[in-house]
């Protein structure tokens, strides 16, 4: 929604993989800037719905896949060119992967975003718990833990992984990492650390429904 500024980038960094064989699918929720103009030069398919919920936009992108395995990425990410080789590489020979990440990068190093690169990879690997910025999971075991909970406004990414590691492996590779946008870390600084984590928190044992402010 409204990702005129990154989108571009996000795609022709999909579009420059060594791996060829994909589709690049996007789906919009009535975005009034040029997001969906930019995502039509890119994508195989360009879908627009209605409501404004991350859960159910990666849902509908998903159904309209074809592929063995599906790997969600946030329009303010972008991967380097060897990164679908290597996952590709990594699951013919691990099949009974269902969920797999890797290193997360954002595109500006301060002291907070050192924090949290260092915090959330750390916590990644030994909890399974993955952000929604680069997922790749198996289809079948997506479609078998009920995929994303459409209920949740914010956080469907962690409570999906908690669900998916229950049935299968959740993977962190460490041979390619991903690089996302610090823009939510620039704003918000150490106390948006605080705050991510209080979030966590009421999502994962609280299990709240709490809502979340987009940033543009």
């Not at 420059?16 to 030069?41: G, H, L, M």
């Not at 013919?92 to 990879?121: A, G």
């Not at 209920?151 to 962690?158: A, F, W």
């Amino acid at each position: 929604y409204k990702e005129e500024k990154y989108l571009e980038n996000c795609l022709r960094s999909i579009r420059s993989q060594i791996f060829r064989n994909y589709e690049i699918i996007v789906v919009d929720s009535e975005s009034k800037d040029k997001t969906v103009s930019i995502a039509k030069r890119f994508a195989d398919k360009v879908i627009v719905i209605r409501e404004r919920n991350i859960a159910r936009a990666k849902n509908v992108g998903f159904n309209l896949s074809k592929g063995k395995y599906v790997i969600f990425l946030d329009a303010d990410t972008i991967l380097l060119p060897h990164s679908l080789e290597e996952v590709k590489k990594f699951l013919v020979q691990n099949k009974n992967v269902s969920l797999l990440t890797s290193i997360l990068m954002v595109d500006k190093i301060f002291f907070s975003s050192l924090l949290f690169l260092i915090v959330y990879n750390v916590f990644s690997k030994l909890f399974k718990q993955v952000l929604g910025c680069f997922m790749c999971v198996k289809r079948e075991d997506f479609i078998r833990v009920g995929k994303f909970n459409e209920e949740l406004k914010v956080g469907e990414d962690i409570e999906f992984s908690s669900r998916i590691s229950k049935i299968g492996k959740v993977i962190f590779l460490n041979k390619i990492l991903f690089i996302t946008s610090s823009r939510r870390i620039e704003k918000d600084g150490f106390a948006g650390l605080i705050k991510s984590l209080k979030n966590y928190l009421e999502i994962k044992i609280l299990k709240r429904n709490i809502d979340y402010k987009a940033i543009r």
